[in-house]
């Protein structure tokens, strides 16, 4: 499907552009908007961006929370790594940074941040790891782009777009501070280009 | 990362940065109610200490538990001299049970190589001290333990001082600071300098009070007095004199030069009370690291199918 | 007794020619021999072969009495007649120790009772070589065995009144002592040679003036009271040096040096495998090219092998807690073919001068190390230089393992060895 206002480099080897620079900031702000409206607005709440990409998204809620109710949310980051279930799999993981700001977790609505929702498990071992640091009063998952295929009974709260694909396909979600671009793009179609 | 932990000339740079970062990753779960992660579930980590040495141990042994894997503690008494219990037939028997990884204390240098090499056991060995060879965890959090007050060790100048001869945190800390760009001076008496000195990648001085003031870090070596019967020095007094670090010593240092002991000191012979408990000391806070850093060890070797690949970016 | 002949050998390496070996001795040797069958004559195709006077080695431990789980007189002097050996000097740290005329007779007797290879008991210099007094030098020399040799290899007379007393006394029997040149003080739990590698291992350094003081005090002594003394193992290019001096000044030394010291350097110890723990310690590359040219040019007269057998556990396990020594008798000639002749450093003549003429000489060895000729006694051994193998350490003679050589390939092979006149080793095996 090709994207609204697609960029004009949506049919290049990246493969196709579903959300641009602007589209992804629509989605923030209104995820953001959407969580004010579901928690009655901003206190006891805690972001926490799951690396590396989730962060970033974090940040940017929490900013547009702070423009809109004046309030600035809680942000940090958690690292799943070792709670992944795939852990032995592979080598070793390097582990990214966790950091819980300094008001804990505990009693407050945690909402875990992270771009792209697929099958769960990452979010399965997020649940995980907040069990170890706190008991949160509740968890709220915001999502960038939820492209199905759950192999858990995880679903996400606020989603930016929903994006229907096939398993042979990859999506990939550019932010920038960690790529140069805003982009969401999918991979290994095998659809056509653009119709 | 290689499978076996034994030398820190077993860690490129790519692989000792790994393991700092991975040890900063982990050092904040003290601060957490539960200071568990659950990465090493139903791993085996085996302590086998031939020499005693408590510290070092529970250092493992907690590294081991938080990771949630199950700690067995061998503590076997093995002089060089005497075979007793000897070190194959202990490795066999830990096969047994089915050691993910040992981690092995010995009077005797070269015995991980043996444990590693001879086939007795398939498991990770890790070196907790070998005879008068190597100290690679020891290294490690002397290097993590600068790292996080001096940033980058690239250029920094460390002087260790003391029983270099006998001392396998001297080598340990020599091969991988230099690993990390660290410029490293060598200070002892000439009787306590190894033969071939020349060929390793340091500086070497007689003169303490010449280094020092140049120093970013200074890491005093524990020095038995027994040495003193060897004839390595004439008398304790003598040694303290020439090579110890007292209270005006310490004033010589830079604002920001910070002091380190791997442990236990003595206390008067090559360190002085008040250099140990003043603000530059950072001898409890290595203690603290080590734990964290033995995480990290046990944590990229064992956490995976194989020990880490280390390279730059992380992947998802 | 089978006669054999011989057909189309090379002796030290010259024209091929046949050699007739009947009732012990070296009958004819000619072209073209033929017999007249009186007794059963067997005929060896030695097409290819070198054919050297059977070796003598000054240097070995059988280990018996004391130490039969390592080696017995009968397995090791099977390992010296594979090797090509028909005569070994058994060194005396026995348990009990080589220190009387029993002792020495018993290992002379099982010698002959084997029938591999003569056996000469070496007789230690002190008694328990404790190093505190003489032992009965002239006993052991009056006894069955004939002792010649007097050492207390294993330790070093390191007293200088007692090497000086011994070294007087054997002048009264054409004795030798030979010294085993480590100074105590100096090596004292040492591990490996002392170097750049053994302070990054962290093993302790046995320093080469260990060895070299003590050769040159040895040295200067026996030219001082007129007796002659042979230096065992010499490792270090200085120890070749001092010999090479004392020479010079005409005393009466000699010197030999084991094959390990000639392929071998300290690098091995990195992998912290005993297998390459000996004593003296395997050294630099530039002691083993020092001692390959002293070899080469006289300065070292004899190789020696100090085939030092050790049980399975007791290398085994971590390098402090090992014991020294490697085997050596079955490898030694294809080592010596391969550090000195294969690279033109010496030729067959000079193998069977440093390998039999010299060793027999020093120790007073009157039936062995004599040039093949009509007359002499017919020991002789038939090698192939051409063949190739690989050591297994599995398949070896010795009842011990403790080869460092295992999995390396190595030239030739011992065809044939004949001990007066009786093969001990026919096609390569045990006959």
């Known amino acids: ?195 | 990362m290689k499978r076996h932990l034994l030398s820190a000339a077993d860690l490129s740079r790519d692989d000792a940065e790994l393991v700092l970062r991975t040890a900063e990753e982990l050092r904040s779960l003290a601060d957490r109610p539960i200071k568990k992660l659950p990465a090493l579930r139903g791993r085996t980590v085996v302590n086998l200490f031939f020499e005693d040495s408590t510290r070092t141990r529970i250092s493992f042994e907690a590294a081991a538990k938080r990771l949630s894997a199950d700690v067995i503690n061998f503590a076997a008494k093995g002089s060089s001299l005497s075979k007793g219990e000897s070190l194959k037939d202990t490795a066999l028997t830990l096969e047994a049970m089915g050691a993910d990884a040992v981690v092995v204390r010995h009077s005797a240098s070269g015995a991980p190589h043996r444990l590693a090499n001879s086939g007795w056991v398939r498991s990770s060995v890790v070196n907790a001290g070998d005879g008068t060879h190597e100290h690679p965890t020891q290294a490690l959090l002397d290097a993590f333990t600068m790292w996080r007050h001096l940033g980058s060790l690239d250029g920094r100048r460390v002087a260790i001082v003391g029983d270099v001869l006998h001392s396998r945190v001297a080598r340990s800390n020599a091969l991988l600071l230099r690993t990390l760009g660290a410029e490293v001076t060598l200070v002892s008496p000439p009787t306590l300098l190894p033969v071939g000195i020349e060929g390793w990648p340091v500086e070497t001085s007689y003169d303490l009070d010449a280094v020092l003031p140049k120093a970013d870090v200074v890491m005093m070596l524990r020095v038995q007095r027994e040495r003193m019967h060897g004839g390595f020095f004439p008398t304790a007094r003598e040694y303290s004199r020439r090579y110890g670090l007292d209270g005006r010593r310490m004033a010589t240092l830079q604002d920001h030069t910070i002091v380190m002991h791997p442990g236990p000191m003595v206390r008067g012979m090559e360190i002085t009370a008040d250099v140990a408990d003043s603000d530059r000391s950072v001898i409890v806070e290595q203690v603290t690291n080590g734990v964290a850093v033995r995480m990290a060890v046990l944590y990229l070797l064992l956490g995976g199918s194989e020990p880490a690949v280390s390279t730059e970016g992380l992947s998802e | 007794m089978t006669t054999y002949l011989i057909k189309n050998a090379s002796i030290l390496g010259a024209e091929p020619t046949d050699l007739l070996v009947a009732d012990g001795v070296v009958e004819q040797i000619g072209s073209d021999l033929s017999v007249e069958a009186l007794s059963s004559v067997e005929t060896i195709d030695a097409q290819g072969l070198i054919a050297l006077p059977g070796l003598v080695d000054l240097h070995t431990h059988l280990r018996e009495p004391g130490r039969e789980d390592a080696e017995t007189v009968e397995s090791g002097t099977r390992a010296a007649a594979l090797g090509g050996f028909t005569a070994v000097h058994a060194m005396a740290n026995t348990e009990p120790v080589a220190d009387t005329a029993g002792v020495v007779e018993q290992v002379w007797r099982l010698g002959r009772e084997a029938g591999y290879c003569d056996v000469y008991p070496v007789g230690a210099v002190t008694v328990g070589l404790a190093g505190e007094r003489l032992a009965e030098l002239g006993a052991m020399a009056d006894s069955a065995a004939r002792v010649r040799v007097f050492s207390d290899d294993g330790k070093c007379v390191s007293d200088a009144v007692l090497m000086r007393r011994a070294l007087e006394y054997v002048k009264a029997f054409d004795g030798v002592v030979a010294q085993h040149a480590q100074e105590p003080r100096l090596t004292e739990g040492a591990q490996m040679n002392e170097g750049e590698l053994s302070g990054r291992l962290g093993l302790a350094g046995w320093p080469a003036v260990a060895e070299e003081a003590i050769i040159a005090r040895d040295c200067l002594l026996a030219a001082h009271v007129g007796s002659r003394l042979h230096v065992c193992h010499v490792s270090t290019a200085g120890s070749v040096e001092i010999v090479r001096w004392a020479k010079a000044k005409g005393w009466d030394v000699t010197a030999e040096a084991c094959p390990h010291h000639l392929l071998l350097t300290d690098e091995l110890a990195a992998t912290y495998d005993p297998i390459y723990k000996v004593n003296p310690p395997l050294r630099s590359a530039t002691d083993v090219e020092a001692l390959r040219a002293g070899l080469a040019d006289g300065t070292i007269d004899i190789v020696a092998t100090d085939h030092a057998p050790h049980p399975h556990e007791d290398k085994d396990c971590e390098w402090a807690a090992a014991a020294f020594g490697m085997l050596g008798l079955e490898t030694a000639l294809s080592i010596v073919q391969e550090t000195m002749v294969d690279p033109g450093l010496l030729d067959w003549a000079g193998v069977a001068e440093r390998m039999s003429h010299a060793p027999a000489r020093i120790g007073r060895v009157a039936d062995h190390g004599r040039p093949i000729e009509v007359g002499a006694p017919a020991n002789v051994v038939l090698y192939d230089p051409a063949a190739r193998r690989t050591v297994e350490a599995a398949e070896t003679a010795s009842l011990s393992r403790n080869t460092p050589y295992a999995g390396m390939e190595l030239p030739g092979r011992v065809v044939a060895t004949f001990l007066r006149g009786r093969a001990t080793v026919l096609d390569g095996k045990l006959a």
């Open chain 1, 1 to 195: 499907m090709p994207a609204p206002n697609a960029a004009p480099d949506a049919t290049t080897d990246d493969g196709r552009t579903v959300l641009d620079a602007r589209d992804i900031g629509r989605a923030l702000t209104r995820i953001s908007h959407e969580i004010l409206e579901r928690n009655k607005g901003a206190s006891d709440l805690v972001l926490l961006g799951i690396p590396s990409r989730g962060v970033p998204l974090a940040e940017r809620i929490a900013e547009r929370i702070a423009s809109v109710e004046g309030y600035d949310v809680p942000v940090g980051s958690l690292d799943v790594t070792m709670y992944r279930d795939d852990l032995r799999m592979k080598p070793a993981r390097a582990l990214l940074p966790t950091q819980i700001p300094g008001g804990g977790i505990d009693g407050r609505t945690v909402v875990l941040v992270d771009d792209v929702l697929f099958s769960g498990r990452t979010i399965r071992a997020a649940l995980d790891a907040l069990n170890d640091i706190g008991r949160p009063k509740a968890v709220r998952l915001a999502v960038l782009v939820d492209r199905g295929h759950r192999e858990l009974p995880i679903r996400a709260d606020f989603v930016g777009k929903n994006l229907p694909t096939s398993l042979v396909e990859s999506v990939r979600v550019r932010l920038q501070g960690i790529d140069d671009v805003d982009a969401v793009t999918i991979q290994g179609s095998t659809e056509g280009e653009v119709a």
